[in-house]
């Protein structure tokens, strides 16, 4: 296991964060653009950022990372939901504990149910203040994956490890008001704990492509024919992502029309995707990247003309929603309360789970230009207004600020 390196030298007020990430970072998507924002946000403003994380991951220029050990029978990334976890988390918890001593962090904040379960007995351990940062529901996120059923005695006790970590947790973030509000409703949790900290994009970088000479060879390049409307998805591939609704709802309007193209970026199981495209009779109509390194995501989202968003975890964040409205693209979503929370009146919205309801709203976006340019502004100032990065991080650091004074009138009553 490499050394800890020193503690940098810290400015007057600034503090020193360990965040827990149980999960392969960095990867490319949902979570892990969080834990990487919210890290260079804090860092822009002269705080230290130490992340632990599992063995698996890039290191993202100018953070601090620590890596646990490798386990032998498992040596690929972790996406969602895999009893491998399991192990991969007693050794992240081992990893973290070995940073406390040396990086003396001011604070504690540990991303996911998992890294706030490590994150709770570390706090207690070194008398540390702790935040929880969590997207989504634990046990929901595994019904989804297929990884428990809901009826099964593994969900109960999932569910009642969520508990115990809701209710312990000093300071819960949620990414998004849906789980704000479910952790009230079904764990008791008291609002005064809990801080709806949404995902945010940077909108300087996330931004309406020049359509020039250089774009056109790009779009070329990937294999889009140039007069081809492009329909364009960024994310997981994945039954809960609703990836097979996607290519469902394409294979409807090929049949209809012959001026689109789809653009599906992500991974994993591209293979099994792909394979279903051709079966649809759709495989020449589709472009499948694979992985998007994030620094590329633009690019390739600048291709597009509309974008969708077929999710169907009601649950989970979406950030993906962010990316596409920052790019100035109108979005067709299934209409869960996550996508409306992003999007707003500004959506175009489908019946949860309906692939011909998906091809009819898509439908509807593809045969009006003027709804498409309308959305596509209304959406890209809605990401300016409400979504910076710099507003979500000064209340990380007030809740950070909170937490450390709190701590401090504790001890000194002891």
């Not at 990893?95 to 504690?108: E, G, K, N």
């Not at 996120?141 to 312990?168: C, K, P, Q, T, W």
């Amino acid at each position: 296991m490499p050394e800890i390196e020193p503690v940098p030298d810290q400015r007057e007020g600034a503090f020193h964060i360990l965040m827990i990430a149980p999960t392969s970072f960095f990867a490319d998507y949902g979570c892990h653009v969080r834990i990487l924002e919210e890290a260079r946000y804090l860092q822009s403003q002269g705080h230290q950022v130490a992340i632990a994380t599992y063995h698996k991951g890039r290191d993202p220029k100018g953070l601090t990372i620590y890596r646990t050990l490798p386990i032998p029978w498992r040596t690929g990334y972790e996406v969602g939901s895999s009893r491998h976890k399991i192990a991969f988390d007693v050794l992240l918890g081992a990893r973290a504990a070995l940073c406390m001593p040396q990086w003396r962090p001011d604070v504690i904040h540990a991303h996911l149910h998992e890294g706030a379960l490590i994150g709770l007995a570390l706090s207690k351990l070194h008398r540390c203040p702790l935040v929880c940062d969590l997207q989504g529901s634990l046990t929901a996120e595994m019904v989804d994956h297929g990884f428990v059923g809901r009826d099964s005695r593994a969900y109960r006790a999932f569910y009642r490890l969520e508990a115990f970590i809701n209710g312990r947790a000093p300071h819960i973030l949620t990414s998004t008001q849906q789980t704000a509000e479910l952790l009230q409703r079904e764990f008791g949790c008291a609002p005064e704990r809990i801080s709806y900290i949404p995902d945010c994009v940077n909108t300087d970088v996330f931004a309406p492509p020049v359509r020039d000479d250089t774009w056109r060879a790009y779009k070329a390049a990937m294999g889009i024919p140039l007069d081809r409307t492009v329909v364009v998805y960024l994310g997981l591939l994945a039954d809960y992502q609703g990836t097979g609704h996607l290519l469902q709802a394409a294979a409807t309007l090929c049949r209809q029309r012959d001026d689109l193209h789809f653009l599906i970026a992500g991974f994993p199981n591209v293979d099994r995707y792909q394979e279903q495209a051709r079966q649809l009779g759709i495989g020449e109509r589709c472009t499948f990247t694979g992985r998007v390194p994030y620094g590329q995501a633009p690019d390739v989202l600048g291709l597009g003309d509309v974008a969708v968003s077929p999710k169907l975890s009601s649950t989970e964040g979406a950030g993906k929603l962010l990316n596409y409205m920052a790019m100035g693209l109108p979005t067709v979503a299934f209409d869960l309360p996550v996508s409306r929370e992003y999007l707003g009146d500004d959506g175009i919205y489908a019946a949860a789970r309906d692939s011909d309801a998906l091809a009819q709203s898509l439908a509807l976006l593809l045969d009006d230009d003027e709804l498409r340019r309308d959305l596509a502004e209304r959406l890209r100032n809605r990401a300016q207004r409400h979504y910076a990065w710099s507003t979500s991080g000064e209340r990380i650091l007030g809740i950070y600020r909170d937490l450390c004074h709190d701590h401090r009138l504790k001890r000194r009553s002891r």
